[in-house]
Each structure stands twice: as C-alpha cells, then as structure tokens.
C-alpha cells in the first residue's frame, strides 16, 4: 500500500472523551463502545489490543470476495488499532440465529481466544442483541461487530462539534438496543451468573429512558447546529456548489488539497474525513465551493447515515459530483456500487456526476497483495488477469454515461484535464443556476 507518512499533528491513539456524558449510565455506555476508564469518559477503543476476524459468507460467495471483504474489516480493525492475529471464515445459508457462528467453529474460536490471549473478536456483520450477549458469555472477551468498529474509528476522528454530536447520536442509537446484553454482562461480572433476563427490568427501563432522553437531546442540538450552517450556507449562495464522493481511502481529500491548496487530512486509513470541509476554489475565473466528505463503505451502518444527516446534507445540497474511484483497488467496482446505491439512499442519485479514476500510477505495478488468507480457502480458485490500463480506459470511457477522467493526484497525473473538466462542468451549472451574475473581480 502506498503509505503517506502524514501526521499533521495528529497523535495516533489520542483519547476521545466521551462528549457529554451521562452520570452512571456513561460508564455502562463505555463498557459497550470501548474501555471505560475511571473517570467515566472512556479512551479510544481498541488500542494495541489484538483481534480475531469472523465472517460467516453466504455458500455461493467466492473465496476472493471473503478474503478481499476480511482485508478490509482488518483495515477496519488497524485504523481502530487493533493487531489482527486471526480469520476465521464459516460458510453458512445464514448465520446462527444464536450464536452466528455454528457450534463446532464456535468452540474452535473459543480455543484460538483462550490460547492466544486475543482481547476482541470482530464479526464482519452486524449482531443481534442476543447473539452479542451469548457470544459474549461463550467467548468471555470483548465483542466487536461492524458496525461498533465503523462508529468507534468515527467517534477517534470527529473534531467538529456537528461531527462530535452525530458520533454520539449513532453512539446511543447503537446501544439503545442492546442495553439487555449489556446488563447481563455487567451481572455476570458482579458474580450474579448469567441470568437470561439480567439483573431487573426496572433498571434497564431506567437506562433506556436516560439513553432515550439523550438521544432526544442530541437530535435538538444537531437542529440547532444545523441552523447555524445554514445561516453559513447562505453567505455562499451564488456559488455553484462541487462535492468530492467516493469509498473510503480512494483520494477524495488528497484531490480536495490539490484543487483548494488546502491542507485538509489525508492519510491511508479509512475514515480519515469524517467531518467535511468546504473550500472556495477558483480555477481559470471560475469560482465554487469544492467540499470533500465523509468516505462511505459497504455495509455502513444505516444508523451511522441517518445520524449523519448535516455532513450527508452537504452531497445532497451539491449541484456536482465528482465520484472519485481508486482504480488500484481490486474491488474498485463493488466500490462503485456501493458509492452508487449509498448515494441512492440519500436521494443524491441524480445530480450530474463526473467520475474520477484515481491512483492509475498503482494500477497493474503494484497489485493488492492479499495480507493473510483464512483456513479453508481455495488457493487455485481461477483469477481473472487483469485488463490493462488503457484496455480499463477505453472500456469505462465507452459505458459509462458520466464524463470519465483517470488521475493521479499523487504523482499529480492529469490534474491540469481534471482542472479543465470540473471548469467546463462548473461553468455550464453556474450559467444554469446564476446566469446574472458576473466573477470579473475575482482573482
Ligand atoms: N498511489 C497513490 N496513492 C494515493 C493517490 N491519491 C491518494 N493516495 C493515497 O491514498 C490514501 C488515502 O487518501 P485520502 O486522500 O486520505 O483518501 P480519502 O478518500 O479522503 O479517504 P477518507 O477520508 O478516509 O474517506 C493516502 O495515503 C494518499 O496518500 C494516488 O493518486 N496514488
Ligand atoms: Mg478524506
């Protein structure tokens, strides 16, 4: 993987406060969404503990795809900081409705946690509340899903007070459910047994109302903050408005920095953008807003998107998108389609769009090398070679309908037609949407 060294300040593993918290129910919160310290905050999960990965794929899903999805879920778990030491892969119709996993690949978990030591094991899916709390019970260490990975790794990014707040909201909406396991858990620990129905109804019911009552109150205050951008969005009326999409890691803020001389994060971690960033650029007299946002993922926790309505609001405002894909990738289609019905799902599916090829210096030289397969994988499943760069042009250029760029924004390839596609597009909406107005004083 190319590596960009780029720190900016940022320490890796700074501790994330808990914004807000909530007296008494804070600390049960924390032991959920990651290690509780003493004064009722809790640290960035995950750090320097060691994880063991579980998918359960569906039978007709090909060894590949598994490895290529546990790739990722291992990014997952290095951006969090965690060290993944184990995969373990079960092919199942669908998953266990108790346990997710099967009986017999669950004691073989069990054996691999007791025997390694390993502080977490993270499943590729979501959980229900039951299964968390059986598994919990079977494997007695910290259990992860995806969706709680996803949240954790935002909750370390977020610095604006809107990102902060939304992370928070998505913290509670994930919890609510599952309040039950929680208290089970914590029962568990005080030496009570594992009681199926946890310490007492009465007490949960408490919790779920203070959780409830925050959650309210997160959702007030993100109208508030709400207002406040729109008041900002206002000030830049007359603008035409660009939004950089795409998977998470392809580009987007490293292309955000060139067009905008900004200095904008960028490193190779998923989710390094959390909040977004509104720039105005000027390119050839032509000015408009340039915003780069949050990555998206397979499997983004529906929760996470509906509790990043603001930041989402900034794609759905945009006159323009520009969909930057990273054609090294080996899933960069899959990607796509995800960036695609994600967009769907926030009804910002029919704005103009161009798309942007980027990382075509890694494309064919340097191919994703599988970190680690998993037991049972079949090594000569066929692979289909690749198709080469310009074969990879010249095909896209031809179906796809939306105008077609291929980049670097490393090696600073073909920013200057990049440049020249975005004027050209932007100039045509800014004709459409503000045909009065004139930008001979800018420079
Ligand atoms: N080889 C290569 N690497 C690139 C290129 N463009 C960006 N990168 C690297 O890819 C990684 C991710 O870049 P970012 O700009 O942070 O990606 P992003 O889309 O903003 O990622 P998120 O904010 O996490 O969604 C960084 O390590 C970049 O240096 C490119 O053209 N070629
Ligand atoms: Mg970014």
């Given at each position: 993987?190319?590596n960009?060294?780029s720190?900016?300040?940022r ?7 808990h ?19 003493n ?13 063991v ?7 007709r ?15 997952l ?55 968390l709390r059986n ?7 910290k ?47 005080r ?20 959780v ?85 993922i ?29 054609i ?31 990382k ?67 100039a045509?909406?800014q ?13």
């Open positions: 993987m190319a960009k060294p720190s900016k300040g320490k890796p593993g700074n501790s994330t406060r914004p807000g918290a909530v007296d008494g129910v804070s600390g049960r919160v924390g032991r959920i969404l990651a290690k509780a310290n004064e009722g905050t809790y640290d960035t999960a995950l750090e320097q503990e060691t994880a990965l579980v998918a359960v794929p569906d039978k899903q090909p060894d590949l795809q598994t490895q290529e999805y546990l790739d990722e879920l291992a990014f778990a290095e951006t969090a900081g965690a060290k993944v030491t184990k995969r373990f892969v079960q092919r199942l119709e669908k998953p266990d409705i108790r346990t997710f996993v099967g009986e017999g690949k669950l004691e073989e978990i069990k054996a691999y946690v007791r025997h390694s030591n390993a502080s977490m094991v993270i499943f590729d899916d979501d959980l229900s509340p039951s299964q598994l919990e019970a079977e494997l007695q260490v259990i992860v899903d995806r969706s709680l990975l996803i949240i954790d790794i935002f909750a370390s990014r977020a610095k604006s007070a809107t990102a902060r707040t939304q992370v928070e909201l998505a913290q509670y909406q994930y919890l609510l459910p599952r309040l039950t396991g929680l208290w089970t858990h914590l029962s568990r620990q030496g009570g047994g594992v009681s199926q129905r946890g310490p007492g109804e009465t007490e949960i019911e408490t919790d779920r109302r203070v409830r009552d925050r959650i309210a109150l997160l959702k007030d205050k993100l109208k508030e903050l709400d207002k406040q951008s729109n008041t900002q969005r206002k000030s830049r009326a007359g603008l035409v408005r660009v939004a950089l999409v795409g998977y998470t890691n392809v580009g987007k803020s490293t292309i955000m920095n060139l067009l905008s001389r900004s200095d904008v994060f960028a490193e190779n971690k998923l989710f390094a953008t959390v909040d977004s960033t509104v720039r105005k650029v000027v390119l050839e007299n032509t000015p408009f807003l340039l915003s780069d946002t949050v990555g998206f397979r499997k983004l926790p529906t929760r996470l998107i509906e509790s990043f309505k603001s930041t989402l609001d900034e794609i759905r405002e945009a006159d323009l998108l520009v969909h930057v894909v990273d090294s990738h080996p899933s960069f289609e899959d990607q796509i389609a995800v960036v695609n019905d994600t967009l769907k799902d926030i009804e910002a599916a029919d704005k103009p769009m161009l798309l942007v090829f980027n075509i210096d890694r494309y064919d030289t340097e191919q994703e090398q599988h970190h680690g397969g998993f037991e049972g994988m079949n090594a000569d499943e066929d692979v289909e070679p690749r198709p080469t760069l310009e074969q990879l042009q010249a095909s896209y250029m031809a179906k796809m309908h939306d105008p077609v760029i291929f980049i670097s924004a490393q090696e600073r390839q073909n920013i200057d037609e990049l440049r020249a596609l975005l004027v050209r597009h932007v045509v909406l004709e459409q949407r503000y045909p009065y107005q004139t930008f001979e004083s800018e420079e």
